[in-house]
């Protein structure tokens, strides 16, 4: 089966976005619950997990630059937004120029 990278990129898309913006709603709220901040930290790291992967298979799938560029930029965006993550983009883009 085909995978529509450009389909795939911009839903993720979507949702990097929707969950930075929860990130910035919620993170100024001075009187944030326990249970709030912690399903907020899973989610951001499930979500940055997921397209970890995605970034992976699509590398597998020797999918065009331009892509993999659209790729990086939603990487780093879940990178700003995960606590335990380094920047993934630079490892990523060591991975296109060695192609």
Known sequence: ME???L??????GDIAKSKATEVATLV???ELPLEIA???YRDVE???QTFDRILSDMEDADVSDELLEAAD?????WSQLSVDRPTSSASC?????SR
């Open 38 to 40: 912690s399903r907020l």
């Open 93 to 97: 883009k060591a991975s296109h120029q």
């Open 46 to 48: 499930k979500g940055a």
């Open 28 to 30: 100024v709220k001075p």
């Open 73 to 77: 930029a939603l990487a780093e965006l």
């Open 3 to 5: 995978i529509d990278w």
């Open 7 to 12: 389909a795939t990129l911009a839903e993720q």
